[in-house]
């Protein structure tokens, strides 16, 4: 080694790869895993081979230098040492010396030092993306714990993250390399006779909303909308991230997920479903909407669920300040006719009937006698065309029209989205929401929760969710059947 071009003995080169691979990986992809798991930039950075490539290239240089040394043959004579074969195995677990020398004779060329040093962090890298994706992909618990064992002890790291695999049931990751690994669960499945009934019920019914579930049965540009949410998550990659990250949530706090009732659909089906606790008490309710592309496959969730704070009569209060009512509009004719199925009424009442001078009345002759209306800006439903009947007064405000956007075909239920427009202009913020309509054993319409997005405040539910993340209210909300006593007797 020329001693004008070296650096404590190193060759500047490799002590040039040595300070990269050292450094740089400590802030991406390290940190990034460590601090924002989830966050679409770090899988951006982490899935493609690139880093741990580099620092291979880098290590692989060191090793050129090395070999290009003088006393290169010498050090490779220390190499063959540590390796000795006339060390058999009954003598591997004795306390032979032989290897151990060797290997720290080599440890005194400072070339070597810098290439067993790029070795280990380039392999540590390696397997720390491994558990990354793999965690990701499979809603490993543990994930921050195992990245930093793995960075700072390696193997202790590994076996920790096999022990968080294995105790949370997961079981350990599959044969197949670490890239299959990550994408298994995004391999589309076939799609014969799949429509939105098959696909909610594949995702969200007998999958339980697990990541792995949904994600299988969504097409690649699948979008997931939470009404609450200021935008929606776009791609199967953002959004799989996304449902894991509550799946481990869930999991740390003993939650599930309790389906109410289910409408069906071919390109759109939906449900009603609540939270719960091991000890089986109920939670935030909600309602979730998905949509089906030509292939059968989700191109669209809409997630919705109900407010924390009630704002009950003041949402009618609010409405009517803002609504601008119209000026020189005729109420609008229609053709009467008997809808047939839980779909055609909901059409009926909003794109046939909405905008006469007897809308209220036509409603409710559709609606069952004993109705239960959950209009989830209330504490309590709404019991029985009476009750149903005064909310209807208070929600008749001149210049609210109310759009339904996709609605499903179901004849038992139907689930449909919607915006509200108040007649303040084009560019006012318009009302999101989702509803659910049943149907009773006398064909008309038993049932309703109505879902919209305005009335959810984000910094309260996540208060709520940190307080009590099972339920993600901050106290246990009334049974179906407690509430109904509870607006009966009011």
């Not at 949410?229 to 996304?242: F, L, Q």
């Not at 209060?317 to 053709?335: H, T």
């Not at 208070?394 to 239920?413: C, N, Q, R, Y």
């Not at 309703?448 to 307080?467: C, E, N, W, Y």
Request: charged share 25%; proline share 7%; with cysteine.
């Amino acid at each position: 080694m020329d001693p004008v071009s070296a650096v404590n003995g190193v060759d500047p080169t490799a002590l040039r790869c040595f300070n990269f691979v050292t450094l740089a990986p400590q802030v991406a992809p390290w940190a990034l895993m460590v601090i924002a798991p989830r966050w679409r930039v770090t899988r951006a950075i982490v899935e493609p081979w690139i880093v741990p490539l580099v620092c291979a290239m880098a290590h692989a240089t060191v090793d050129g230098v090395g070999f290009a040394s003088p006393g290169a043959l010498e050090e490779a004579a220390k190499f063959a040492r540590v390796f000795d074969p006339t060390i058999g195995p009954d003598l591997w677990l004795s306390a032979t010396t032989g290897p151990f020398e060797a290997f720290n004779e080599m440890l005194e060329n400072p070339n070597f030092v810098a290439e067993e040093w790029t070795h280990v962090l380039t392999w540590d890298l390696f397997v720390g993306r491994f558990v990354y994706l793999d965690a990701l992909a499979r809603g490993v618990p543990n994930l921050r714990a195992c990245l930093l064992f793995i960075n700072f002890t390696g193997p202790p790291g590994l076996l920790l993250y096999a022990w968080s695999c294995v105790t949370s049931g997961k079981g350990l990751p599959p044969i197949p390399s670490d890239s299959e690994t990550a994408k298994l669960i995004f391999v589309d499945r076939p799609t014969a006779s799949a429509n939105a009934t098959s696909r909610l019920r594949e995702a969200f019914v007998d999958g339980r909303g697990r990541a792995e579930a949904v994600i299988r049965a969504c097409a690649p540009d699948v979008r997931f909308d939470d009404i609450s949410a200021p935008s929606s998550i776009a791609g199967r990659d953002a959004v799989y991230a996304e449902l894991a990250r509550r799946d481990i949530d869930d999991e740390k706090s003993g939650a599930s997920v309790v389906v109410e009732r289910v409408a069906d659909g071919e390109k759109m089906a939906g449900m009603t479903f609540h939270r719960t606790n091991e000890a089986g008490e109920r939670g935030l309710r909600g309602t979730i909407a998905v949509e089906v592309d030509e292939n059968g496959m989700i191109s669209r969730i809409t997630r919705a669920t109900e407010p924390i704070l009630k704002p009950g009569g003041a949402t009618a209060k609010l409405l009517k300040s803002v609504a601008k009512a119209p000026e020189g509009v005729q109420p609008k004719s229609r053709v009467d006719r008997a809808p047939s199925g839980a779909a055609d009424i909901v059409k009926y009442l909003w794109l046939e009937v909405q905008g006469c001078d007897d809308f209220k009345e036509v409603a409710l002759s559709n609606f069952s006698r004993d109705i239960l209306y959950e209009d989830v800006n209330f504490e309590l439903p709404f019991v029985g065309r009476q009750q149903v009947d005064e909310f209807l007064d208070e929600f008749d405000i001149p210049g609210l029209t109310f759009h339904p956007l996709v609605i499903s075909d179901g004849d038992e239920a139907c689930v449909f989205t919607w915006e509200v427009d108040l007649n303040a202009g084009e560019t006012a913020t318009k009302v999101r929401g989702v509803s659910f309509y049943a149907l009773g054993a006398d064909g008309k319409v038993s049932y309703i929760r109505d879902i919209p997005g305005s009335a959810s405040s984000p910094v309260l539910g996540s208060f709520a969710a940190k307080m009590n993340p099972a339920l993600r209210t901050f106290a246990p909300t009334p049974t179906e059947a407690e509430l109904v006593q509870r607006a009966k007797a009011r």
